[in-house]
């Protein structure tokens, strides 16, 4: 019976990464993905003719360069384009414009306040100099604080030297940072409700928290932490929609030799006196390997394709209680048409891209409260996109789509379990509130897919929808992620790894995960390294 | 009542007949100067319009260019002795990309021909030439050479959904133009030619018209292009996509030679690895003998495309062949980090007889007022940074 080097479970991007650097190395790997097609969150279908929608994810900004450079994504078709502007709409018809010129944006901003225009300098510095120090572990692996090691020694001294370079004063803003909520970080730049508003929408973008809950602040820089070009904190179209970019990850595995099967759910992990030796399919086909890699999120993971039996003590109840609490919906919406926000301006670059219907910070944590008591909000945060515009492949000529990210909706309905009822119920929530700020809107619907955590969990296997495999709270980050012992992708059933966003760095299109768990399995295996060490570009 | 008049009237620059849509469209007044014309840097975004030309379509305002219409019995010839390539393969409704040098091999400037007759060529160029033409003429009865810039409006319209927008307009059987190919098509009450060429290295057109008609051209181009993501692109956004496709630039890469002061500050089609270019089948032509003579010593630079480690554009490195940057063997002439390949690229002169062995470039940067610097592996490329299959591909596609 064929044997592989390593068997990889789940085609996500962070699978197909794990993938490419392996083959790199020249190990024989196969990927068992239990769709019909590849890219887990990171996927691009036609479900309606001539429409091509990112189901999941729909904006890039994470991917980590050296990893697109080293792998030659480009030359395997990956391609991401800068948005040219945003708007933020208030409760009341206020509109907010954000341009990507400096002296426009400025300009603009003075308009609406002119403490907030610098305000926004000020908040931008701090939060580029937070987001250096985070990119520089984004591409690393996180030691061990109680190890001894050499190896996590050192690594610790680096965090700890990276830390210093701060300056003292600093140390003590960023532990203060780790803690806080979003709004509390932005009271200190921000006096226009709106402008924080806007600002405080990455601090709740997939997670189960409020603006005003501790640790939004954080999140906050996660979502900025990203680049496109260089240009921190800025977010790009990918050509062909987000699946293109796994597409790419796949032209680089095949061309390494990878072999990817669809269609293939893995049942279990197989494993024999304490090791990973293969895994069994649902159909109940047997495959062999010398090292399993897990791009599943830490629940499924063990609780679903694990033998509780094949488990250490405690592991089985880490991961049943690793945190979810999913929290986002997503509305992908075919269009005869564009669509007019009210009070918009008249400039295609601005009223094309994103546009953010957000209402208040008292809003939005209203929207939250919902959440809380187990229904989606009645008032929901909608970031929609129209990526059509700007992407001529995606939509036919003149028509376009719209993406729709809802920030909150409940993975367990307080009054019992979801049905097709209510999914529509939840879509037509989020349709009415844009029809509210776009009159007409809903005259130019051609089709509608509509996602809740349900469908996602159903489909890419993100257990209760979490968009990054796992709430990103401190408790779950860095060393702690999935569980404190287990940062280092290796897992505590031998030759068993894992390496998607249950991992550090988390979640979101990165291929971080992937990259450094690689590194991980070559180093065991004691082959030469094919992972870039470092993003190195940030010098 | 008299208007007052306009001070320095006599220093306004010329504006070319898009002006008037232009203007509208650049928010930011990033103007500079080409040929006496007044001509966009940028409209509304470098980078956007950049990615335009990749993703999208665009156009250029190429009405600056020098174009000169070369009639008569003896034009083939003329041009044939001008220029280093083959002129009489040349056949008609299509176009060559030519360079022509002194009698010393050293290049005088680049341009386009086209052929639009028996006897009929439009030569394209960046700098007014209309001096050195007239010489070239010398000894022939029947050419005339005819400076029509300021006659021909033009837009270089480039990108992957070019074709389909000129479809879009009624160029009914624009999808099987070939590259190099020429189109003409009545417009109005006059003619529009198109021509399969440009300056990106991606799909795309260039769109001739008489001046009087620019507007129209302009109008039925935006509308037709609405829904396919038209914008016009400045010089910012043409550079970059040029060095992308591996194309020279004047006084980037290369000295034109007739303006050149110190010795061998300018350069020969071989060092500007354009070898390809010159045709010693031919049996006279300007530059002859000092280009064979090159050819059998082998030139002392060669123009490189370099890929280049990290993310630092090295823009005017010098270039080494060791790493602690003892020995100079080169210089950087364009550079830029490349947002479609995802690297740091550049166009390098190097010391042909260094270019195997290990090159490096020393690269300064700044960052919030303090400089920087970094040595950083480059290695050479064959093929341009960018050429995708819809460039060279009839039909070209949707996208
Ligand atoms: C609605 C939504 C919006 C988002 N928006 C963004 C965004 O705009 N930008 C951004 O950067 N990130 C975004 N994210 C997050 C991002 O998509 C994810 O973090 C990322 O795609 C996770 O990648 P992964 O490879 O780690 O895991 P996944 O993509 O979850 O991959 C896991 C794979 O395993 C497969 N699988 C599951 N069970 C089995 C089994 N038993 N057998 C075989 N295969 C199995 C799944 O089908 C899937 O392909 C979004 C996510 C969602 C859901």
Redesign the pocket.
Known sequence: MKKYDAII?????????NAAYLAKAGLDVLV????DY??????SRELHNGFTYS?????????RQAIIRDLDLPKHGMMVIPYPGALAMGENGEVFHSYSNDEVAYNHTRGVSPHDADGLMRLFADLSRYAQVIRKTLMRTPPDPTSFKPRDIKELLFLAKEFWKLGEREIYEYVRFFTMSAADFLDEYLENDLIKAYMAVSGI??TALGVYSPGSAYILLHHVM?DVDGNLGA?GLARGG?GSISKALEGAAKEYGAEIRTG????KIIVKKGKAVGVAL?NGEELMSNIVVS???AK?TFT??MDRNDLPEGIYEKANNFKFRGS???VNIALSGLPKFKGAAENPFINRSSTYLIGSMKSMEKAYDCWKRGRWSDDPIVETVLPSPWDPTVAPPGQHWMSC?VQYCPAELADGPWTPEKRDAFGATVINKIERYAPGFKELILHTEI?TPHE?EQ????TE?N???GELTIDQLLFNRPFPGYAQYRMPVKNMYM????THP?????SA??ANAAREILMDLGKVNTVPEDDCYDD | MTSKPLKFADEQLKRSPFYERQVELNPRDAWSAWNGYKHANFYYDEQYEYFCIRNLCGTYDITAMQKYIVTGDDAESMLDRLVTRDMTKLRENRVTYVVWCTDAGRVIDDGTVFKLGPQKYMLTCGSPCIAWLRKACFGYNDVHVEDASDNIAALAFQGPTSCETLKEMGLSGIETLKPFGIMTFPFKDTELMVSRTGFTGDLGYELWVDAAHGLDLWDDLYAAGENYGIQPFGEGALNMARLEAGFIMPYMEFNEALKTVHFEHDQTPFELDLGWLVDFKKPRFNGRAALLAEKKRGPKYTLCKLDIEGNKPAEESEIYSDKGCTKKIGYVTSAMWSPVVKASIALAMIETKHMDGELFAEIYYSKELRSYSKVAKCTIKKKPFWAPARAKATPPGPY
């Not at chain 1, 068992?32 to 769709?35: A, F, L, Q, R, T």
């Not at chain 1, 988390?506 to 990165?510: D, F, I």
Request: with cysteine; glycine share 24%.
């Open positions: 479970i789940g085609a996500g991007h962070n699978g197909i990464t068992v993905e239990k769709n590849i890219g887990g969150g990171a996927v189901n999941c994810s729909y904006v890039c900004s994470m991917m973008i997939g990203g977010w987000m293939a759910p893995v049942e649902e791009n599943l999120d499924r679903k394709i986002s919906g997503k990210f996602r996602i489909e890419v296997g993100l929808g968009i990054f495999q390496c998607g966003s249950s988390g979640g979101g299109v990165s995960c992937g």
